[in-house]
């Protein structure tokens, strides 16, 4: 056991931990704070492992920006502050099935791994990635930018029922149908995907 | 170096992702859990670009950074998706949605439309 193995340890331990409270945790809000800690404790491990430039990309978008657009998500949905009891449904198959894909997964690899050793490559830097992705990985890094962008696209036309929509112009927003009280929730979804980006 | 503890670390990961997307009921606590098996794939690759000396230098690395887009794109239109949902039915609840409409598609509102009528 050296340095390294202890730090994958302790911070592999903190991320099952957490995960754990994310889909066993009650509170809404909770759980996106939980997937936090979870998130960067497998920043952490990327560290560990060699991969600084993803490890930071992972802090950047997810911590940053996956995180923060779902807490939105659980504001906007008006989702309750506290405890709520309707969050699960019962399940013996869900536990069943994940827990099977967990330990089959897990027998699989320690199967294959044993307790060998590696030496750890060069760190992937910004500057070694970059040469990767701009030599060897071009066309997957051009696709990507489609298709980032056709969901950029499918989100703002999925979020405005009045764009693309056939008849009088006016129509989507005389009849749109907002949950149940004043208009201040359909405003704000209205009003998010210009600041999603 | 071990490879065992993180690739046991990601295997755990993707289990309980998938137990979160069939047990939970709520689509934004779905939605998190699909990010802990996306997380986990990513562990996975992170891990294997240590252990597997490829052709080219860090590609499980690269596709990792792949992974992390498209990961965003996902969350994008999912969420998207959902706030449509809660804005036609009120409700964020997966269970709670008809797999078959059995209306034909008008415009895809109109239901919603009729029932919050009905209700005030």
Redesign the interface.
């Known amino acids: 056991?050296?340095g390294?193995?202890v730090l994958?340890?302790a911070l592999?331990a903190v991320?099952?931990g957490a995960?754990?409270l994310?889909?066993t945790t009650k509170h809404?809000v909770r759980?996106?704070l939980y997937?936090v800690v979870?998130?960067g404790a497998?920043a952490g491990?990327?560290l560990?492992?060699?991969?600084e430039?993803?490890a930071w990309?992972?802090v950047l978008?997810?911590v940053g920006?996956?995180v923060v657009?779902?807490l939105?998500?659980?504001m906007?949905?008006r989702?309750p502050i506290g405890a709520s009891d309707?969050?699960?449904?019962p399940?013996w198959?869900?536990?069943l099935?994940?827990?099977?894909?967990?330990?089959g997964?897990?027998v699989?690899?320690?199967d294959a791994?044993?307790?060998?050793?590696?030496?750890?490559?060069p760190a992937?830097t910004a500057e070694?990635?970059g040469e990767?992705?701009f030599q060897?990985?071009v066309l997957?890094?051009e696709v990507?930018s489609v298709?980032?962008l056709s969901?950029?696209v499918?989100?703002?036309v999925?979020?405005r029922?009045d764009i693309g929509?056939?008849?009088p112009p006016g129509d989507g927003r005389a009849?749109?149908?907002?949950?149940?009280g004043d208009g201040r929730?359909?405003d704000l979804?209205d009003s998010?995907?210009g600041g999603?980006r | 170096?071990?490879?065992?503890?993180?690739?046991?670390?990601?295997?755990?990961?993707?289990?309980?992702?998938?137990?979160?997307v069939?047990?939970?009921?709520?689509a934004?606590?779905v939605?998190?859990?699909v990010?802990?098996m996306l997380?986990a794939v990513?562990?996975i690759l992170?891990?294997a670009?240590?252990?597997a000396?490829a052709v080219?230098?860090?590609?499980g690395?690269?596709f990792?950074?792949?992974v992390?887009?498209?990961?965003?794109?996902?969350?994008?239109?999912g969420?998207?998706?959902?706030?449509?949902l809660?804005?036609?039915r009120?409700t964020?609840?997966v269970?709670d949605v008809p797999l078959t409409e059995p209306s034909p598609p008008v415009?895809?509102?109109e239901p919603?439309?009729l029932?919050?009528e009905a209700?005030r």
């Open positions: 056991m050296t390294a193995d994958l340890l592999g991320a099952v995960g754990v994310v889909v809404l759980a996106g997937l979870c998130l497998l491990d990327f560990v492992l060699s991969a430039l993803v990309v992972q978008i997810y920006a996956v657009l779902l939105f998500a659980v906007l949905t989702a309707d969050l699960d449904r399940g198959p869900a536990a099935i994940g827990g099977g894909a967990g330990l997964l897990t699989l690899l320690v791994y044993r307790w060998s050793t590696v030496t750890l490559p992937g070694r990635l990767q992705i060897s990985w997957p890094f990507l298709l980032l969901a950029l499918g989100a703002i999925l979020s029922p929509r056939a008849g009849g749109r149908a907002g949950p149940p929730a359909a979804v998010e995907p999603r | 170096m071990r490879p065992v503890i993180p690739y046991v670390t990601a295997a755990l990961l993707f289990g309980l992702g998938v137990y979160g069939l047990r939970r009921r709520n934004v606590l939605l998190m859990s990010e802990l997380n990513n562990l992170v891990t670009d240590t252990t000396r080219l230098p860090h590609s690395q690269v990792a950074l792949f992390i887009v498209l990961a965003a794109a996902e969350i994008g239109v969420l998207a998706i959902v706030l449509q809660y804005r036609l009120a964020v609840a269970d415009g895809g509102r919603a439309v029932d919050s209700g």
